[in-house]
C-alpha cells in the first residue's frame, strides 16, 4: 500500500527529516517547513551514539536518585533551571512515578522495536551512502572507587533484557585505547552500539529527501487548525492545507500543539558538545566516561565529547563556553587530552524530553491529522529513522504492532 496524500513536516531536524524520506518513498508529496533559525540545532549538537541497547526508558528505577546526586554533587550533568517554567513541577512528578521496575517492562519492548527498525535503516544508508559508522563496539569506563561494582551492576540491569554486556580485562582495554589513563578501573562493552557523525546522517537524509522531490520550505509555522478531512498549516508569511501534518518541531512541537487545542509535555533538556580537532590518541569507538556522565564519539573531523541535561526554557539555544570548559577538564579525570586546543567547535541543543521516556509517535486525539513525531530526549538521533518509518506506516494506513501504539500521544501525559 502506498500514500499519495499531501504531507507537511513542521521541522528539518533529524526526526522531520527521516519522516519525509519515508513519506516521500511512499508515495506522498511531502513539503519540509524549517523555520531556519536554529536549524538542526539538536540534530547536529549530539553525541553521535547509535545504541540499539538503550531498549530501557530514560524514566527507570535509580534515575531519580541519580538526578539527585547530580544536582546535590553540581557535576552539572543534570540540573534544573527557572527557565524550566510551570510545566517543571508536573513532569518531574510524572517522570518520578514513571521510575518503575512495571513501566521498563512496558516500554522495552517497543522501544526494542523502534531501534531495531532504525538499525536496519541505517545500515541500508551506510550501504548507499558515504555515511560512515565507528567499527568498534562502544565502552563505558569507570574511575570512581566503586567502578568494579558499578560495572557488574550496568551489566546485571541490560543483560536481563537480552543486551549484549560484558565487563573487559582492565589492563588488555587501556593497551588497546591509549588515550584512556590508569584512572579508569572497570570496562563495560556493549557489543551492538557504535557512532556516527550526526551532521553527516542529517546530510544525507536532506539529500535523500531532494533526490526524490521533497519540497523544503524555509519559514516559521505560526500553528495549524485541523478539521477531519485536513489540516491548515499556517506561518509567518503564507498558508496551505494539507491531508496531514508531521509534528517533528523537536522541543517547539509543545507550543505547536496547542494550536490544535492539545498539551504535549515536552521538557527542553539542554547540553552541549565540543568537537576538538587535534587529538592525536583519539579512541577508535565510542566511550562513555560514566563516572563523569560524558559522552565521546571519535568524528572524522575531531573527538567529540558532550554532556549536561538541564531542564529549561525552549529558548535557552545559548552555548556556554564555561561549561565547555568544565566538560574538557572533567573528561580529564579518565582521558589523556592535550593541554590546549585551538578550535573547540562548541553546539548546544535542547533534548525534547517527554516525562515517561516515550517518544510520542501517532495522532493526536483532538486532531487525528496531526501525527505527533517527537519526545524523543536523549535517543533522538538513533530512533530518528525507525520513527519515521513509523509515521509512513501510520499514514499510510498499515498495520503496526501492539508495540508500535505505546508510542500513542493517546497515553496519559502527566
Ligand atoms: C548534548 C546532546 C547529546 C545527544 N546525544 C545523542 C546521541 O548520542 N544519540 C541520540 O540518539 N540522541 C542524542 N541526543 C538527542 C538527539 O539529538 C535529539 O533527540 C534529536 O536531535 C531530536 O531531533 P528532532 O528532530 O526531534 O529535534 P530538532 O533537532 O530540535 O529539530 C526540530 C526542528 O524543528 C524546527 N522548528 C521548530 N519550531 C519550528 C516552527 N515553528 N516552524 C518551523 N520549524 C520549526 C527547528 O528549527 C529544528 O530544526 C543528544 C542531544 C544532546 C543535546
Known amino acids: ?15 522531520g527529516l527521516a519522516c519525509a524520506w519515508e513519506l516521500a518513498k511512499d508515495g506522498a508529496s511531502v513539503i519540509v517547513v524549517e523555520t531556519g533559525g536554529s536549524s538542526y540545532g539538536t540534530s547536529l549538537a549530539n553525541a553521535g551514539w547509535i545504541s540499539p541497547s538503550h531498549i530501557i ?10 538526578g ?9 550533568a543534570f540540573a534544573m533551571t527557572p527557565g524550566a517554567g510551570p510545566l517543571l ?7 518520578a512515578r514513571s521510575c518503575t521496575d512495571a513501566h521498563v517492562d512496558h516500554c522495552a519492548p517497543a522501544l526494542k522495536e523502534l531501534l531495531d527498525t532504525s538499525m536496519d535503516v541505517i545500515e541500508g544508508l551506510t550501504e548507499t551512502t558515504d555515511l560512515k559508522r565507528t567499527n568498534q563496539p562502544q565502552w563505558y569506563v569507570y574511575t570512581s572507587d566503586n567502578a568494579e561494582a558499578d560495572a557488574e551492576h550496568e551489566v546485571d540491569l541490560v543483560t536481563k533484557y537480552g543486551v549484549d554486556a560484558k565487563q573487559l580485562d582492565l589492563a588488555t582495554s587501556l593497551e588497546q585505547e591509549p588515550i584512556l589513563k590508569d584512572t579508569v578501573k572497570a570496562v563495560v562493552e556493549f557489543s551492538t552500539d557504535f557512532g556516527l557523525d550526526p551532521g553527516k546522517l542529517v ?18 509555522v505560526t500553528g495549524m487548525s485541523s478539521t477531519s478531512r485536513n489540516v491548515t498549516v499556517v506561518t509567518t508569511t503564507d498558508s496551505w492545507i494539507c491531508d496531514y501534518v508531521v509534528l ?13 487545542g492539545e498539551n504535549l509535555p515536552i521538557m527542553p533538556a539542554k547540553g552541549q558538545s565540543v568537537t576538538l580537532p587535534g587529538v592525536t590518541n583519539s579512541p577508535s569507538r565510542t566511550l562513555m566516561l560514566a563516572d563523569q556522565r560524558i559522552a565521546t564519539n571519535p568524528l572524522d573531523w575531531g ?3 558532550s554532556t549536561g541535561f538541564a531542564l529549561t526554557s525552549p529558548s535557552d539555544m545559548s552555548v556556554n563556553s564555561k561549561a565547555t570548559e568544565k566538560l574538557i577538564n572533567t573528561a580529564r579525570q579518565a582521558l589523556h587530552l592535550p593541554e590546549k586546543f585551538e578550535v573547540k567547535n562548541e553546539l548546544a541543543g535542547l533534548r525534547p524530553a517527554s516525562p515517561d521516556g516515550m517518544p510520542y509517535i501517532g495522532a493526536l486525539p483532538k486532531a487525528p491529522r496531526v501525527i505527533a513525531a517527537t519526545g524523543h530526549g536523549m535517543l533522538g538521533l538513533m530512533m530518528g529513522p525507525g520513527t519515521g518509518k513509523f509515521v509512513s506506516d501510520l499514514i499510510a494506513g498499515r498495520p503496526v504492532s501492539r508495540d508500535v501504539l505505546k508510542f500513542s500521544p493517546a497515553r496519559p501525559r502527566l
Open 203 to 220: 546530510e544525507v537524509y536532506r539529500r535523500n529527501c531532494e533526490a526524490i522531490g521533497v519540497t523544503f520550505r524555509s519559514e516559521n
Open 89 to 95: 513541577a508536573p513532569w518531574t512528578l510524572k517522570f
Open 248 to 260: 517533528a518541531a523537536g522541543v517547539w512541537s509543545r507550543e505547536l500543539a496547542k494550536s490544535v
Open 68 to 76: 539527585f546526586k547530580n544536582l546535590i554533587g553540581r557535576t552539572g
Open 1 to 15: 500500500m502506498s500514500s499519495q496524500n499531501n504531507v507537511t513536516v513542521i521541522g528539518g531536524g533529524i526526526i
Open 57 to 66: 526508558p530514560f524514566a527507570a528505577p535509580g534515575m531519580v536518585q541519580t
Open 303 to 305: 573527538f567529540r565529547m
